[in-house]
């Protein structure tokens, strides 16, 4: 059997086409033909582009620019024309007409689209970019194409207009895994993961963990966390899902059987943290004018009021058990209470005059620390 090339294609019609008996469908034979992309095909342009099945015809000095990937194949391409001999080339030298155009592979057509609306755009669109009138797929597009193909300088500024956009109070709202106008979140933060850019990263973790919080989403996130390596996510992700409760985690059909494992041992590493957080008190900065005898008095009156704050926010709210997260959060605001002189402190700041300022940041530093590390807890079981 002969082989078609891969530009033809069959397909099921009752048009145009020949019976080949009355009870089979009819078929058709249709050539996949490129066509001019209707803005980016500039008739005074000096290279052609194929990207999917769309032509693009534009200024290979603008390809050029930025130092991108394009400057050194253009170089390379030269090299080896003038090294070939002409008699040699049969559909003339790559790029310079319709039947012989550049093939850019793994790009989408909306992609390149974006690329050339950056690199042709007028100051005016640009500056359009930054307002929430902005079209954010075709950021998103144009981030990772200048990836991809090293324009630094424009990669940085889409990235930066990306962020830029996503921390406007009109895009702070409930958060939504899915976008109708704009990419998703899992696009965003793959985006940003690929391009090692931090804010564009934190905004995307930030969006994250209100939707663990509001309990959405919880298995996608763990799955997106451990794709992407990204740790903190991978903590809130799992401890949003540990508070689900193991009914939960039996009938998630997206968990893993791994996960579920690293489930169980979160709950029971997070539960002896808990157990042993009363007698650990995290370190106190002093003052200067607290110093020798001072200082020890100081340290045993903080030890007292770490086990007390830490009673007193279990029984304000009792928690799960492994809930040390919610468990220093209570914590935290009862510290607050005490120095702010909110709620009686029943002694328990005398033997710390000169420190007790010190203990919020104290309290804090713990819950940060707790956080950051969450991912360390839920490992697998050796």
Not at 78 to 85: A, E, H, I, K, V
């Amino acid at each position: 059997m002969s082989h078609l090339p891969s530009d033809v294609y069959l397909t099921s019609s009752f048009m145009h086409s020949v019976d080949v008996s009355p009870s089979t469908p009819k078929l058709q034979l249709q050539l996949s033909i490129p066509h001019h992309d209707p803005t980016y095909y500039i008739p005074d342009g000096n290279t052609v582009l194929l990207v999917e099945n769309t032509l693009f015809r534009v200024h290979r000095s603008t390809l050029t620019k930025d130092k991108s990937t394009f400057d050194s194949m253009f170089s390379l391409d030269s090299d080896l024309r003038s090294s070939t001999s002409t008699s040699s080339v049969t559909a003339g030298p790559e790029g310079e007409s319709d039947d012989n155009p550049i093939r850019l592979q793994g790009d989408t057509a909306q992609e390149f689209r974006a690329l050339l609306w950056a690199l042709y755009a007028l100051p005016h669109e640009l500056t359009l970019a930054l307002t929430p009138k902005a079209n954010t797929s075709q950021l998103f597009n144009l981030a990772r194409i200048t990836h991809k193909y090293e324009f630094r300088s424009i990669e940085a500024w889409a990235l930066g207009a990306l962020t830029t956009l996503y921390t406007r109070p009109s895009q702070s709202g409930a958060p939504s895994v899915e976008d109708a106008e704009g990419p998703s979140l899992v696009q965003l933060t793959e985006l940003a993961s690929l391009c090692e850019q931090r804010d564009l990263l934190d905004v995307a973790t930030l969006r994250w963990k209100r939707l663990l919080a509001s309990g959405k989403d919880i298995a996608l996130a763990i799955g997106v966390a451990e794709r992407l390596n990204l740790r903190i996510l991978i903590g809130f992700a799992y401890h949003a899902m540990m508070l689900q409760g193991r009914e939960v985690w039996d009938n998630d059909v997206l968990l893993t059987r791994a996960q579920r494992i690293r489930l169980l041992s979160g709950h029971y590493a997070l539960g002896r943290l808990w157990e042993r957080l009363p007698s650990e008190p995290p370190v106190l900065a002093h003052s200067p004018r607290c110093s020798g005898g001072a200082q020890v008095r100081c340290n045993q009156a903080w030890a007292a009021l770490w086990r007390s704050t830490l009673d007193m926010g279990r029984q304000v709210l009792p928690l799960p058990y492994a809930d040390v997260v919610g468990k220093l959060m209570l914590a935290e605001s009862v510290a607050k209470a005490l120095v702010e002189l909110e709620i009686p402190t029943q002694g328990m700041l005398d033997g710390m005059p000169w420190c007790k300022d010190n203990v919020l940041a104290a309290v804090a530093g713990k819950l940060k620390e707790v956080q950051e590390s969450l991912a360390d807890y839920f490992t697998d079981v050796i």
